[in-house]
C-alpha cells in the first residue's frame, strides 16, 4: 500500500514502499517539515488579517500525508511487536493436527485417527498453531490488545481482590502498651467472559478446489470480525449479552464509575467547552501520578491526533512529533501516541483522549480455546464456519489512567 498526496503549491510527497520503514520514516519526516512550512504560512495570513484558502488547502493536504504516512508505519510497528512475541514470526506445526484442519474446512472429514479435536457437537475445536494465529492477527490490528494486560482463563470468569489498605500504625515508648491496630480490607472485582463470534460463509466447489491457504484464508476472516467487535467493546462496551464493560464506562459519570474498589478514573477538563486547548493536555499529563508515568502513553482516534497535531509550546515548538525511526511511536508532550479508531471525537462533553498506563488499566481476559462449527446446511450452497472465542474485560487500575473531558 502506498501513500501520495495530490500537490499544492508545488508540494509533492513521493510513494512510500509500506514494506520498508526506512523509506516511509524518511517520507514522514518530510512531511512533516512541510507541514510546519505550510503552517507557518496559515499563521502569517492570520495575523495580517485574511484568509488564504490555498495556503489552507495545502496544510489540509499535507497534514493528511503525515496521518496517512504515520499509520502506515504504526501498522508496520504492531507487526514487530507481533514478531517478538511469537518468535520472530516462527508459527509451531503439528502435521497431525493441521491436515485434519484442512480436511475438516474442505469436506468436513474428521478421520478417527486425527479425531483428538472432535467434539460432541460435531465440531473441531481448531489446531493449537491455527488458535495462535488468529491471536497474534488480532494483537497486530487490535491497540487495545496491543497496549492492555491479558490473562487467559478456563472457566467462565475471574475475580481480582483489591487491597483496600487501612492499616494503622503508631508510635511508643519502651513499655508503652501495645494495643490492636486496625486491619487492611479487601474489595474485589469479577471479569466475566462473553461469546463473540464470526460466520464467514465459501461455495463447497471454492473449497474443493481452492489451492489457498485456507487456514490463513479463515484466521484471516476471524480476525477481522472479531477485532472490529472486540475494539469497541475494550472501549464501550456496555456489557449488554455479556460484552465486555469498555474502559469509558469506568471514567467519573460513567456507567460503571463505581464498580471498582478503587473508584473511577479522573478526568481533567480541557480548558475550552467544545474543543481541546494545549494547556488542557498539559494538565492531562500532569494529573498522573508519576508512579505510572513511565508506560504511559495517550490514545485518540486520528480525527482527535489531527486536531492536537497543530498545538505548540510557548516556545513554538510542535507538542506531538512523528516518529523517527521504525519501532518507534510518534510523541505527544514525549509520551507515545495510539491511534484507537473507536474512541470518541472531540465534542462537549466527550472523552475523546485517555492518557496512562493501559497494561496497568485495563485486563481482557480469554477463554482458552477457539471453536469452529463448519456448516454445509443452513445455506447452501454456501459452508458456513461459525467460530466462537470468549472475551471479557473490565477496569484493573484506574488510578494508573487518566482521561481529557471537553469542557471548559
Partial sequence: MGYMNQPARGIMFARADASNPNEIVMQLQKAFASFKEAHAEQIKGVEAKFDDVVTRDKLEKVN??????Q???????AKMSVAQMSGNGRKLRDPEYTQAFAMHVRKGDVQASLNKGADAEGGFVTPTEWDRTIT????????MRQMCRTQTISTGSFSKLFNLRGTASGW????????ETATPTMGSLTYRVGEIFANPAATQQILDDALIDLESWLAGEVQTEFAYQENLAFISGNGTNNRPNGILTYITGGAN???????AILATNSGAAASLTADGIVK????????FTGNARFAMNRLTRNAVMLFKDGDGNFLWQPSYQAGVPSTLLGYAMTEVPDMPNVGAGAKPILFGDFNQTYLIVDSVGTRVLRDPYSNKPYVQFYTTKRVGGGLLNPEAMKAQNVAS
Avoid: M
Avoid at 499509520?71 to 510497528?77: H, R, V, Y
Avoid at 497474534?136 to 491497540?143: A, G, N, T
Fill in 172 to 179: 511508643v515508648g519502651e513499655t508503652t502498651v501495645r494495643p
Fill in 71 to 77: 499509520s502506515a508505519l504504526d501498522e508496520i510497528n
Fill in 64 to 69: 493528511a500525508t503525515v496521518g496517512d504516512l
Fill in 136 to 143: 497474534d492477527k488480532l494483537i497486530e490490528v487490535s491497540p
Fill in 257 to 263: 464509575a463505581a464498580a471498582h474498589p478503587f473508584g
Fill in 284 to 291: 492531562l499529563v500532569h494529573s498522573l501520578p508519576s508512579a
